[in-house]
């Protein structure tokens, strides 16, 4: 675990010096362009499967998650959850603007930064890349903004991000290959004290290359993958999203991503194969709805 115990040091210093003056000053015009926070848009699946949850052990909740399986619904403790997380990033970026790093949150188009593979059907939004980090200052590094309980973030200082929080090692690795970048910031807080810790963590072309494989081998896949386990008790089968489609025979939800006639096509989009159908491509609102002609797939 190396810790970037130079930025830490700078923004311990930097807001003692002035009582957090400069630190709020930041915060005013960054916490608007948290469009995460903000967005009205209501939307319970993913168009892609994304590169934050292919570090998952099981290849078939992926699978599930991909192809609409179930359709999830938060309680509104769960979305305070979600929303405190995106609220940290820019509380994060001021921190490091005002220790003097450049930090890019959006591209040229102001949009947020964005890698793609598989024909469009992989991928996902980076927080942001960091010049200027006080331990690497000559180089470029990915920033990766993530909120912890007391208990996860004291395992994470103890341990390291590659020890406890594997999924969020494997996502810095697709964005750091997907960009060209050597190296990445992890940045966590501690929700439960607002400590901070900053991780660096150096790319690995063979974890890499092994993810994007394996996001390949899920996209392309018909049928569910095998279960990690053939008891709905087992710990990491119980708390599943997918528990009840995998396990308890519930059936999957109706839309086109699991219908037998759909498949994956260029571009990111699905295409229909079934003869009668009246489009080929489908488009993502239709995708959502179905039609008559709906076939479940086989959930064995």
């Known amino acids: ?70 359709e999830k619904r938060f309680d ?17 970026i001021a921190l490091l603007v005002m220790i003097g790093c450049q930090v890019w949150q959006v591209d040229e188009n102001g949009r947020q930064f964005r890698i793609s593979d598989h024909n469009g059907h992989f991928g996902g939004s980076l927080d942001g890349g960091i010049q200027g980090l006080p331990d690497i200052p000559d180089q470029p590094v990915l920033g990766e903004f993530k909120t912890h309980n007391a208990k996860s973030f004291e395992k994470l200082k103890a341990e390291g991000v590659l020890k406890t929080k594997w999924e969020h090692f494997i996502q810095m690795q697709i964005y750091m290959g997907k960009t060209s970048l050597a190296w990445a910031a992890y940045c966590a807080t501690n929700k439960d004290t607002d400590a901070i810790h900053i991780e660096l963590v150096q790319f690995d072309q063979l974890q890499y290359q092994r993810y994007l494989d394996r996001a390949g081998t899920i996209i ?3 049928s569910p993958p095998p279960k990690i386990n053939e008891s709905p008790g087992w710990f990491k089968c119980k708390f ?52 008559l002609a709906y076939e479940p797939l086989t959930n064995k």
């Open 220 to 222: 392309a896949a018909t």
């Open 1 to 70: 675990m190396l810790v970037a115990t130079k930025a830490l040091e700078a923004i311990e210093t930097a807001m003692y010096a002035d009582q957090g003056a400069a630190f709020r000053g930041h915060l005013g015009r960054l916490m608007p362009l948290a469009a995460d926070a903000y967005s009205t848009k209501e939307d319970l699946w993913r168009d892609h499967l994304g590169a934050s949850l292919i570090g998952r052990e099981c290849g078939r909740e992926l699978w599930y998650s991909f192809h609409w399986a179930t």
């Open 240 to 291: 599943c999203d997918q528990k009840d489609v995998c396990h308890n025979g519930a059936p999957l939800a109706r839309n086109c991503r699991t219908c037998h006639w759909s498949r994956v096509a260029d571009e990111g989009t699905w295409q229909c194969t079934n003869a009668g159908a009246e489009e080929g491509v489908l488009s993502k609102e239709m995708q959502r709805v179905g039609c």
């Open 76 to 92: 509104g403790r769960m979305l305070r959850l979600f929303n405190r997380g995106h609220l940290e990033e820019p509380r994060f």
